[in-house]
């Protein structure tokens, strides 16, 4: 998982359901904010894939157009085997599935 | 018949403004548009289709087959960090997202 920029945040596009969930967080303005509401969410979610935090440029967000969310695969080759389309509306972990059992069928060179 | 075309030839000028307004607030990085988002009337979700717009304004420019664009990222604990291309040779997913 790439941390990346708030969604929803708190001084932004809050939303009802997050006030609702109590999941209330101003977006990060510093590395550290931003690892500590990173903690906080992969904790939360019982999120286990290894996470990392998007610098403070947000320049990973940017090169991938990551924001609010979205899903890719990188080949063995390093280059970019499956991009979704941008979330909420086309993360679908189902195409992403699809994408890595296509990937598995075909051998390393 | 007259008059009555009128309003509504004013009425699409209006929906058209609003929609190209729109489009251009989601080309915005995630930051202003956030602020632009937080303004906007509850109603123009209904009234705007805001999804079509979404898909093509965050489209983004890299393709499948491009190479990826490599970064080094610290893990959340920052106790250490990680580069895209060092984990080549296997497959590697990567999910975008945040808390809220």
Known sequence: MVYIQ?????NAWQLES??????????????????DVAGLCVLRLSIRLP?????IGNSTERAYTGWPDRLYVIDRDGRIA??????????????????LQGMARTPPD | MCKLLKVAIALGVVYALLVAGLYAAMAQPPERFGQIMKRMPRQMFFILPFKPLWMQARAGSLRVGDQA???????????RTVQ?????????????????
């Open chain 1, 6 to 10: 708030e969604a929803h945040p708190s």
């Open chain 1, 18 to 35: 997050n006030v609702k969930d109590s999941v209330i967080f101003a977006d990060p303005m510093s590395t550290d904010e931003r690892s």
């Open chain 1, 51 to 55: 996470a990392l935090i998007d610098n």
């Open chain 1, 82 to 99: 499956f991009k979704s389309a941008p979330g909420p509306y086309g993360f679908k972990p189902d195409d992403l599935a699809r994408a």
């Open chain 2, 69 to 79: 664009p490599d970064f080094t990222l610290q893990t959340t604990d920052r106790t």
């Open chain 2, 84 to 100: 895209l291309s060092s984990l080549r040779g296997k497959p590697v997913v990567l999910v975008f997202g945040s808390y809220t």
